[in-house]
């Protein structure tokens, strides 16, 4: 089976929205944004890592859409992508978040998120034990050292997998 098309994903406050495609269009004039959901542009070729978006709140780089409808099918594409791309003693950080509905942190979205973690980190300490003891839980400031793993849901069943290695996430 082929690797899933892969794009960067950028997300910004919904406020600001028109002014990150505006700043993507002039930083990365050789592709166009495209939207996937409100506040959430998409563009298809590769940023260079060094150009600094001031509108954009997060990003995606190489990200991979999937359709899941279940937690656990969550919590075994995220398992899949860290297995496959987390090398053995690479400490890595885990991010899951909703871009639906209530996203302000009370919302079946949030839950949803937070069971996905927790399936997650059942699968790893099941099968990959070593891949559980190099996710980094506490918030120490970011390092060259860090990968960074992102599920952005766009809905309960729709969302994007980023795994962004070292030194890319810093």
């Known amino acids: 089976h082929s690797a899933p098309h892969t794009m960067h ?3 910004s406050d919904s406020e600001d929205s ?3 495609a ?3 269009r002039r930083t990365f004039p050789q592709t166009a944004p495209r939207e996937i959901a409100p506040a959430l542009l998409a563009l ?5 890592a060094a150009n600094t978006l001031v509108f954009a709140r997060q990003h995606l780089p190489d990200a991979a859409e999937f359709r899941c409808d279940s937690i656990r099918a969550w ?3 995220l398992f899949a992508a860290i297995a496959e791309l987390i090398p053995e003693n690479q400490p890595w950080r885990l991010h899951i978040a909703p871009h639906y509905g209530d996203a ?14 927790e399936a ?16 980094v839980r506490e918030t120490p400031p ?8 992102q599920l952005l849901l766009v809905a309960p069943d729709h969302g994007f997998i980023s795994v962004a290695l070292a030194p890319l996430p810093f």
């Open 9 to 11: 994903l950028f997300l």
């Open 18 to 20: 028109a002014f990150l």
């Open 22 to 24: 505006d700043e993507l």
């Open 44 to 48: 298809d070729a590769a940023p260079n």
């Open 75 to 77: 919590a075994e594409q």
């Open 104 to 117: 302000s942190g009370a919302g079946a979205g949030q839950n949803r998120c937070a069971l996905i973690g």
């Open 120 to 135: 997650l980190g059942e699968m790893l300490h099941r099968k990959r034990r070593h891949l559980a003891r190099s996710l």
């Open 142 to 149: 970011f390092d060259r050292a860090t990968a960074l793993v």
